[in-house]
């Protein structure tokens, strides 16, 4: 691993260009040595949704990432996993799975026989196939996040907890840093061996799975998780130390120990910074008299960041419920596709907002009056 970042204007999905990007952005940053290895590609998958939602990478970046690594002699398998699917699940809505047939790569199915592997602290389900390969590139998205506000390189890593069994980390995290540690552990223990970034169309306003997608016109990428999300929450208009993930790797002085350490090749990079990106408000959690007062006035408690669901949008799906670790929602007994907030289970996690995928879940400041 190495700290540099490379940085690719890129404004469509044209698949020569994307693949001819890729391949500069490998060169410069000094991707691995993938010749007669057998690689896996793991795109983000939140919820398997048409690529103009902006919600997952897009199959374009997807089958350029696995022609490249082919053309360097690699056997590529792909695979993601998202929080509401079971066993035997393709990404097809996404055209993930697609790509893959194109380019005549192996999808895999996380949710099969998963294995388990040490982190700091316990153990966790983790898909087998990483035992099997010997590479992973990751491709994340360019968005929001409502819980860690950024969603990136480092968070992407996540997708190789199979299916619901994420749910369960939220529930053991279920705070914004607690969340981060663990998102960074798991990095620690399996750590994919080069990132790359499709920021063609991101994300702004209630990411992951709510907001509205927004040309940035990069793609980008890097050996170094850490790295690449400083660049691009930076290019997103935040502070990369107000990233959580960001800031528990720094302080670990894990892959590097602060930003100057950043490599970076590309357009200057103030050129590139959206100051017009939604961001998600940051709930001033670094101001400690902020903390102090909300953690003590109930009133203020009352004001947080919260799922409210929009009844009228509402399918019945029950996604939401089969994913919340709280046990926090349920269907109302009466009244049809009406979900039902047990506000003092609600943990703040925002699985539910992830996995919905009908605008029926959005997350703000709503007074939850007594
Ligand atoms: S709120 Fe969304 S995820 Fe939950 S049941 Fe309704 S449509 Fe499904
Ligand atoms: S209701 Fe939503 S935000 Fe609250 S704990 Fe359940 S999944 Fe998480």
Redesign the pocket.
């Known amino acids: 691993m190495n700290n540099k970042v490379a940085v690719r204007k890129c404004s469509e999905y044209d698949l020569d260009e994307v693949y001819h990007q890729i391949s500069d952005i490998w060169q410069i940053c000094e991707g691995p040595d993938v010749s007669g290895k057998s690689v896996l590609v793991k795109p983000n998958i939140l919820i398997d949704s048409d690529p103009s939602n902006a919600i997952c990478t897009h199959p374009v970046v997807v089958e350029a990432a696995i022609k490249f690594l082919q053309s360097k002699g690699a056997i590529v398998l792909v695979g993601d996993s998202p929080g509401a699917m079971a066993r035997g699940y393709k990404g097809e809505k996404s055209g993930i799975f697609q790509a893959c047939q194109k380019a005549g790569a192996e999808w895999v199915d996380f949710a099969k026989e998963p294995a388990e592997i040490n982190l700091r602290k316990g153990k966790i389900k983790i898909a087998s196939v990483i035992n099997k390969v010997d590479l992973i590139v990751s491709l994340p998205k360019f968005k929001n996040h409502g819980l860690v506000f950024f969603t990136g390189a480092i968070k992407n890593t996540l997708g190789l907890v199979p299916g619901f069994t994420k749910a369960k980390q939220?529930a053991l995290h279920s705070d914004r840093i607690s969340f981060s540690e663990l998102l960074v552990d798991l990095n620690e223990a399996v750590m994919p061996q080069f990132f790359i970034m499709d920021g063609i169309v991101g994300m702004e306003g209630p990411g992951p799975g709510q907001g509205t997608p927004v040309n940035i016109g990069i793609l980008l990428g890097s050996s170094n998780p850490l790295a690449l999300d400083i660049v691009a929450s930076k290019i997103a208009g935040y502070n990369p130390n107000d990233i959580p993930t960001n800031s528990v790797a720094l302080s670990r002085g894990l892959w590097m120990k602060s930003a100057g350490e950043i490599i970076f090749d590309g357009p200057e990079l103030e050129s590139l910074i959206k100051n017009d990106f939604k961001k998600i408000p940051l709930d001033g959690s670094k101001n400690i008299v902020v903390r102090f007062l909300k953690n003590r006035i109930h009133f203020l408690k009352k004001m947080e960041r919260?799922?409210v669901f929009i009844h009228e949008n509402c399918t019945g799906c029950l996604d939401?419920i089969k994913?919340?670790?709280?046990n926090?929602?349920t269907m109302h007994p009466k009244k049809d596709n009406y979900i039902v907030?047990t506000d003092s289970?609600?943990?703040?996690?925002?699985?539910?907002?992830e996995v919905c995928q009908s605008k029926a879940v959005e997350i703000r400041r709503k007074f939850f009056g007594a």
Do not use: D, G, N, T
Not at 345 to 353: A, D, M, Q
């Open positions: 939220h919260r799922p939401c994913i919340c670790p709280a926090a929602i907030l289970k609600c943990i703040r996690c925002f699985c539910c907002s």
